[in-house]
T-cell receptor
Framework: GAGVSQSPSNKVTEKGKDVELRCDPISGHTALYWYRQSLGQGLEFLIY????????KSGLPSDRFSAERTGGSVSTLTIQRTQQEDSAVYLC???????????????FGPGTRLLVL | KQEVTQIPAALSVPEGENLVLNCSFTDSAIYNLQWFRQDPGKGLTSLLLIQSSQREQTSGRLNASLDKSSGRSTLYIAASQPGDSATYLC???????????FGKGTTLSVSS
């Protein structure tokens, strides 16, 4: 079946511009996560959506970052006034919510490679 | 604050060798531990998920063990192949459905 998809696959932008990154989770997955992978930094959590609950935004690095999830499916991560340090691979993952233990495997998309010049 | 460490950072082995990748975490109150594989320029592929109550999981040539009390997990790869060359990431979470905390990975190179 279809996995997690992300678009665009690559994005080059100029410092100060806004960017939007899109994630389409696996159909039926109620949990959606955004992570960032920077060179030398490893993977870090950004934001988490679960059903209709308020999102967990505890990983967002600044108020320039925001995300929304419409209709419980597609999610958009927006970075305003981009800075060079925002250059990274942005990864989206989805999972079933744990009604049955052991089904919470997170499945990742291919990522969006963002370069801020 | 949970921290995940993976040792070694890089490993090179000849084809056919059995090998062990190590993962340690500072807070033993985990919910799940997950092992992933990442190929260069690609996303993450889930390999194995171990629940906190489990001791190990197996998939093909891969076996992951968990010693929660000591904060350790190992990923055992049997009869390594060049196609196993990738970065292997270990991650844990603390509650159902919460975000994963990742180690920085072990980059494995298997030569033919």
């Amino acid at each position: 079946g279809a996995g997690v998809s992300q678009s665009p696959s690559n994005k080059v932008t100029e410092k100060g511009k806004d960017v939007e990154l899109r994630c389409d989770p696996i159909s039926g997955h109620t949990a959606l996560y955004w992570y960032r992978q920077s060179l030398g930094q490893g993977l870090e959590f950004l934001i988490y959506f679960q059903g209709n609950s308020a999102p967990d935004k505890s990983g967002l690095p600044s108020d320039r970052f925001s995300a929304e999830r419409t209709g419980g499916s597609v999610s958009t991560l927006t970075i305003q006034r981009t800075q060079q340090e925002d250059s990274a691979v942005y990864l989206c993952a989805s999972s079933l919510y744990a009604r049955v233990r052991g089904q919470e495997t997170q499945y990742f998309g291919p990522g969006t490679r963002l370069l801020v010049l | 604050k949970q921290e995940v460490t993976q040792i070694p950072a890089a490993l090179s082995v000849p084809e056919g060798e059995n090998l062990v990748l190590n993962c340690s975490f500072t807070d033993s109150a985990i919910y799940n531990l997950q092992w992933f594989r990442q190929d260069p320029g690609k996303g993450l592929t889930s390999l194995l998920l171990i629940q906190s109550s489990q001791r190990e999981q197996t998939s093909g040539r891969l076996n992951a063990s968990l010693d929660k009390s000591s904060g350790r997990s190992t990923l055992y790869i049997a009869a390594s192949q060049p196609g196993d060359s990738a970065t292997y990431l270990c991650a844990v979470n603390s509650k159902a459905g919460t975000a994963l905390i990742f180690g920085k990975g072990t980059t494995l190179s298997v030569s033919s």
